[in-house]
């Protein structure tokens, strides 16, 4: 005897004549204009990476591990993308390298914004939190059908896919950065006269930017981790290669594939980290970052020195 | 005297509404009493005082006392439940929150107990903060902020992070960040209070030495009566949200309102409360032309004293001793203007109205009268060397006079040679 002999909820109909029969025929031109920007902003990422030559691409990354990672980083750089290359995968890695930069982009366009009125506001936080549980938590392959069935196949539904299930992390850290910025800085900025604008640009983004580098950086590495689902609703790069060589039972092309990601993840991973502690000892400004990147002295001692 | 704060009948209740909280204080009821039966805690009750222009206030309490809940309303980063708090004629507890914000700017500033200094900025541009609030032009802001810095001995850390520096430099920036805005209104938060003593010190002492020229209206919180006995113009006693005694210091310690402020007011060193001129006698002196031995004895004898001071004039000549004058009688057989002259001792002990007891036990310890001059070197009073003792261990002398301040003293000071309260005023 259980509730079940009495009645059975038709919830997966429900969810069907919502999807197919409401969203859909009523919806569907305006999640197929969400993703003009995307589309966009990948076109022209995919564009670039493919124009500029491997050799410059490499350098300038082992250059951004050298100034962030260190040397070993760099040399790992170089060796890896080499490695890349000569396994013929160059242009699937940066087919991957323009989607992730293009989904953390929108996840950072998003998440930042939402991340201050969660933290600045407690209802807005109430109702974000569990949006956010469900966002990390269901299985993401309970998404893709629909997102199929509204945005159609191909890179931008794939990109989708993927800042849905990489946004909660800079949400979640930018919230927290923020309401970790120490209560008597609040009350010294507030006891001056700033503004609620003020407020945040002067005292809280800066303070809480070390946290918001953290929660970009487990963004990053959750972009990461969806390339290979995302790849099944038609995104390509290094994800096609191991789905295809999933589907031939090709051991050596889908471990190929995966070897790329991971060489991908580790660079990227280590750079945005370093990219996150230089920032909370500093808070560099654009220029003084811009300039730094083409100075090949470590900055390391002056770093430790202000710590 | 203009009052530059002045706060009426403010409460502070936490916890949910108010007025409940509010009726039963009405009714007498305790602090206690209220927590228990309507969960609503009493911050601060009945706080209703003014501050002077240029006068420092100092509010001291232990903790859970009210006063940092005091001082947070007094720039409205906590809001009272009633009353008013008006500085020249905004009521911060009511104005909109775009004339709290010009308020905060212009006329009010803030020193915290952690120093609350932004680590991500240099001190120049800590110091600078509220200007750069106040949309003041980069190069402008910086030359202030640097005057600032000067200002507290720290212009040349100007470009170094905060986490460079030790407490009680930091606190100096803090300082340094209140006072670049020019505010007319400084609140201390228990400022030294994270400082190490021999720093403490050192910070009460330049904070004095900074108002004799900037001459804010201070009101600084403290939990230590002895920072309130030394900094304060006025002190206000505060307990269970609730002011004890208000009062100067030497009100303070030689009336305490109640047992709470007696029993602080033991440990404290009274040396350094007390002045010369609250222990000195009116000088009684000799003339040296025209009085003669005989004269200074029956004086002496008169007033029960040792030892009288001689003038020339207007000049002090010295001081002679009933001792010395009935020895030299005996030698010379008759007393005259020479013998006054000749017993003369014109090394004597002098201090001015303001010097604080503990600095005479030197000189009272010679056991002449010490001379209380005004800057004109003029002769004001007399302090014997019992009556130091005696206010010192808070015994009332014998003949009860010495504790009041004498009236021709305390004229000639107020009205020839204002002292640092005397400014205030």
Redesign the interface.
Known sequence: MSPSDLYIIPFDDWVNFLVRDWLVPNFRPFFRALQVPITLVLNWLDDFFAFVPMPITTIVFALLAFKFAGRWMALFTIVGFIFIDMIDLWSETMTTLSMIITSVLFCAIIGIPVGILAARNDVVWKVTRPILDIMQTIPSFVYLVPIVMLFGVGMAPGIIATIIFALPPIIRLTNLGIRNV?A??I?????????AW?MLT??QF??ALRTIMAGLNQTLMLALSMVVIAALIGAGGLGLVVNTGLGRLDVGGATAGGVGIVILAIILDRITQGLGEQNAV??VSLRATLASLFRLRPMADETKK?? | MTAKLRVKDVYKIFGGDPSLALERLERGESKEEIFAETGLTVGVQDADFEVEEGQIFVVMGLSGSGKSTLV?ML?G?IKPSSGAILIDDDDVASCSADRL??????KI??V???F?L???RTIAENAA??L???GVKPAERRERALAALEQVGLAAWADS?P?DLSGGMQQRVGLA?GLA?EPQIL?MDEPFGALDPLIRKEMQEELLTLQKTLKKTIVFITHDLNEALILGDRIAIMKDGLFVQVGTAQEIVSEPADDYVAAFVADIDRGRVFTAETVADAPAALQLKTDSAEDAIKNMEDLNRNALYVLDGDEIAGVVTYQDLTAAGRENGGANEAVLNEVLITEYPSTDPDTHLADLYGSASAGLPIAVTDEENRLVGVVEPQAVFAQLSNEVTPNGESVEIPETAKTADTAEKPSRKGDAA
Do not use: C, Y
């Open positions: 120490r008597d800085l009350e010294a900025a507030e006891a001056f006269g700033s503004t003020q002067e005292v800066p303070l500093e808070t202000a710590g | 947070r720039n980063l914000r010009q308020v905060r700017r212009n500033s803030m915290f107990q952690h609350a932004f680590p991500h903060f509220g750069k609030i106040k992070r986490s960040r805005t609140l």
